[in-house]
């Protein structure tokens, strides 16, 4: 019968102990929980092409599905944008390693590719279907330095510190997880490795895009170096967008 009592005893501490280093340990994932959301702000879209989620006061805008792969590849975006300017800019070296987030269908990938012929063009999408376009084309285009790379909403999921360059060609406005992709992106950036914005200018009033698929210098800096990474110039060279340069210190 002591035997019974002091059993039940000990039964009754370690179901307590346990208690509460449960409570302890969802406590804590609940705070992790609570951190990540407080970066969101969620409330009735102010604009219709907007998912009705904000960071850092800036609504974040729907993502452009595949199935408009023909916009990315449209004939006068060389011209409208001025690709043949942008890329010099990119100040590219032939060994370098690149990831171009957001490649979609590869507009920007497989003009990258000649530039790095000793290095790599990591060409990531969230959509398997641009991925499926990206394997085809890099057989079209010869561009075997092309490694398509699935990514998800919170990271581009390239390998640590193996980076030079990572580019997102109007693709970060419509990120559904800024800040996490940030982290994640400089991770994978090599000590010194920079990360470059091109975005649509939200300060031209003429810049024929929807509000949301633009971003202004001041906005951009401020999502961009709240992750840690240095903002090192906005070369302004574009008729219709920013370049905006940061660095991993």
Request: aromatic share 10%.
């Amino acid at each position: 019968m002591h035997v019974f009592f002091k059993l039940s005893g000990f039964v009754l501490v370690f179901a307590v102990i346990s208690r509460l280093a449960g409570c302890n340990y969802n406590s804590q994932a609940t705070t992790a929980t609570q951190r990540t959301d407080s970066l969101y702000v969620f409330k009735p879209p102010i604009d219709p092409n907007g998912i009705g989620k904000y960071y850092r006061g800036r609504q974040i805008a729907y993502t452009m599905d595949h199935a408009e792969a023909s916009w990315l590849e449209r004939s006068e975006r060389e011209k409208e944008e001025r690709t043949d300017l942008l890329l010099p800019a990119l100040n590219l070296h032939p060994t370098d390693v690149v990831a171009d987030i957001g490649a979609g269908s590869g507009y920007m990938t497989f003009r990258i590719s000649p530039l790095v012929p000793k290095g790599k063009v990591f060409a990531v999408d969230v959509q398997q279907e641009f991925l499926n376009m990206l394997l085809d084309n890099r057989i079209i285009n010869n561009a075997f330095n092309v490694e398509p790379v699935l990514g998800t909403v919170h990271s581009p999921n390239l390998p640590d510190q193996s980076v030079d360059v990572a580019l997102l060609v109007d693709a970060y406005h419509e990120f559904s997880y800024p800040h996490e992709m940030l982290l994640a992106i400089k991770k994978s950036l090599k000590p010194g490795g920079r990360l470059i914005l091109v975005e649509y200018k939200a300060e031209d009033p003429y810049v024929p895009i929807k509000a949301l698929h633009r971003m202004s210098e001041k906005q951009a800096v401020k999502e961009v170096t709240g992750v840690g990474l240095k903002f090192v110039e906005n070369q302004s060279i574009l008729p219709l967008q920013h370049i905006l340069v940061f660095q991993k210190r």
